[in-house]
């Protein structure tokens, strides 16, 4: 199956940077959204040189699935001070998670990466996770049971189905996410792009500010929706994104 590579404009992202820059943002900048940032080595280079300049006291992450990760990429992404690189396995279709299996894949991308590390989790059946942190950057290679703690990603996904979320969340609060489109959405979970998911636009980054999207009335029936724990209802319900896990309580 062949999908489209599509990619934000620069003019979107710079603009997303000038206005970080204006606050001297120190949050989180992360280049993952539904995507493989790595693929495209040389433009994902830019964007974190970009970033860097702009924005020297921000922490700069991104989630990978580690296909393009290598020991002279990581090298790379030191010396221009990325901060935080998260190694995801993911499962193939209909693939069930084997812990086991996951350890054997996971010692196979430490070996091409070619960095010390050691074991951090490892909860069989639940997860594991790898620490291979290089010259100040966080480097993690992370298998999840998505069955037991993965979410349906406003429904998108058949996981979850009879699980209802009573945790409140603080995503409307506390984070911004926006599509390769420059749409603000009001979570991690749904995309502009999906029919069926539009009311979780909250605007454009072309629109003005971000902290006057921020502010905007789209947000208020999300945020009040999360203000206190209790059943959450619509693409909430099924959603299990910041909620604790049982196997590490």
Known sequence: MYFEN????????????????EIDFSGE????????????????????????SMLPNAILRTNTNGDYVTRSYIEELCDIGFNQLWIQQYLS????????????????????INLPAKVITDIPGCKLEYDLSHRGMTIHIRSRNFELDGSSRGDTVQIAEKYTRTQKCTQVVNN???DYNGS???????????????????????DGKLWDIY?????????????EDGPKEGFCKSC??????????
């Open 176 to 178: 911004m996410y926006i």
């Open 215 to 227: 502010m905007n009335d789209k947000y208020k029936p999300w945020r009040d929706h999360h203000k």
């Open 29 to 52: 900048l992360t280049f993952s959204r539904y995507n493989e940032p790595l693929s495209k080595k040389e433009l994902f280079l830019k964007r974190v040189r970009q970033a860097r």
């Open 93 to 112: 279709n209909n693939e069930k998670y084997n812990h086991e299996k996951m350890r054997t894949r996971a010692e196979k991308k430490i070996k091409k």
């Open 240 to 249: 299990r994104d910041s909620v604790k896990p049982s196997y590490e309580e």
């Open 6 to 21: 599509k990619e934000m404009k620069e003019s979107d992202y710079l603009n997303l940077l000038s206005q970080l820059q």
């Open 184 to 206: 603000v959405m009001v979570c991690c979970a749904l995309r502009s792009d999906v029919p069926g998911q539009e009311s979780g636009i909250m605007g454009h980054i072309g």
